[in-house]
Every structure is written in structure tokens, then in C-alpha cells.
Nanobody, 120 residues
């Protein structure tokens, strides 16, 4: 089992910045990739950014150039630095850890979520 605890959400004005943190504990040796997803009211959860154990990154088109995902393996923590925030970035941000089982299946672990609200 993997436990994930997010922090760093809050209220910020458009154009501002926030940094989210996600601390992992438990069977962290089994994690192959970590990432951030978000869910706005009335919408489905969507991918924001991911980072693999080899530090390869992937971003949603909507956040490219504004958000940066990084990880500190010594602290078992993944970060999401968000800059140039827009009202449409508002939502609950969830930390994700994935363990690849086969090329077609994986196990997902989720944090409890942290609210990010961007005012216009």
C-alpha cells in the first residue's frame, strides 16, 4: 500500500503562483510514476502532469509552460509548481502514484486532494 498526503493548495489571484507537495509513504519502492490530476466542479478528473521514476515528464496542453512537476526521491515527495494561474485552473488537485503491473494494467493510489481556487 502507498499513502499520499497533499499540501499547498489555497486561494490565489489570477496570474499568481502556488506550489503543491505530495508526500508518499508505505510501499514506495513499488511506485513507477507519480502525477497530479485535477477535478473542477461538474467535470471529470483530468491529468495535469506526470513524472516517471526516470524523471520523464508529461503535461496537459493547458498547463504547458506554466506548471512544472518535479520529485525529490530522498524525501519521497513530488511537487507541482504552478505559475501564471488562471481561473480555469480552479479545482481539487489530487496526487497520484502508479505501479505498473503489465503493459495494460496498473494500480493507482490517490491522495485526499487539495483545493486550488484562482480568482479573477
Amino acid at each position: 500500500q502507498v499513502q499520499l498526503v497533499e499540501s499547498g493548495g489555497g486561494l490565489v489571484q489570477a496570474g499568481g503562483s502556488l506550489r503543491l507537495s505530495c508526500a508518499a509513504s508505505g510501499s514506495i519502492f513499488s511506485i513507477d510514476a507519480m502525477g497530479w490530476y485535477r477535478q473542477a466542479p461538474g467535470k471529470q478528473r483530468e491529468l495535469v502532469a506526470t513524472i516517471t521514476d526516470g524523471r520523464s515528464t508529461n503535461y496537459a496542453d493547458s498547463v504547458k509552460g506554466r506548471f512544472t512537476i518535479s520529485r525529490d526521491n530522498a524525501k519521497n515527495t513530488v511537487y507541482l509548481q504552478m505559475s501564471g494561474l488562471k481561473p480555469e485552473d480552479t479545482g481539487v488537485y489530487y496526487c497520484n502514484a502508479a505501479k505498473i503491473i503489465t503493459s495494460l494494467t496498473h494500480i493507482d493510489y490517490w491522495g485526499q486532494g487539495t483545493q486550488v481556487t484562482v480568482s479573477s
